[in-house]
């Protein structure tokens, strides 16, 4: 059974910074795009960035500057770094990645349950 466990959510204060983790675990043969959206309540959620296989990195317009999204393989980890928090970043954060399990044909995208991350003024 694959499972992505997201984990570094919490409370902070504006200005501050937060480091979120996704780990994959299961039988996993390999692990393409790992991604990290936000959601905020009563809203669709949110693209943050995404990140290859080969470590290339994508963002989303409005998330470039204070987001960087990095990957270790070896791990299954993907992270997730914000910095100069603001109160309009508190959402839950969740992570997807398209995984290829042991045995299968094809990639499937998972997701995790999600961290919440509330920044207080």
């Known amino acids: 059974q694959v499972q992505l466990v997201e984990s570094g959510g919490g409370l902070v204060q504006a200005g501050g910074s937060l480091g979120l983790s996704c780990v994959a675990s299961?039988?996993?043969?390999?692990?393409?795009?790992m991604r990290w959206y936000r959601q905020d309540p009563g809203k669709p959620r949110v693209l943050i960035a995404s990140?290859?296989?080969?470590?290339?990195?994508n963002y989303a317009d409005s998330m470039k500057g204070r987001f960087t999204i990095s990957r270790d393989n070896v791990r299954n980890t993907a992270y997730l770094q914000v910095n100069s928090l603001k109160p309009e970043d508190t959402a839950v954060y969740y992570c997807?990645?398209?995984?290829?399990?042991?045995?299968?044909?094809?990639?499937?995208?998972?997701w995790g349950q999600g961290t919440q991350v509330t920044v207080s003024s």
């Open positions: 990140i290859s296989a080969s470590g290339r990195a």
């Open positions: 299961g039988y996993i043969t390999r692990i393409n795009e």
């Open positions: 997807n990645a398209e995984i290829l399990e042991f045995g299968a044909e094809r990639f499937i995208p998972y």
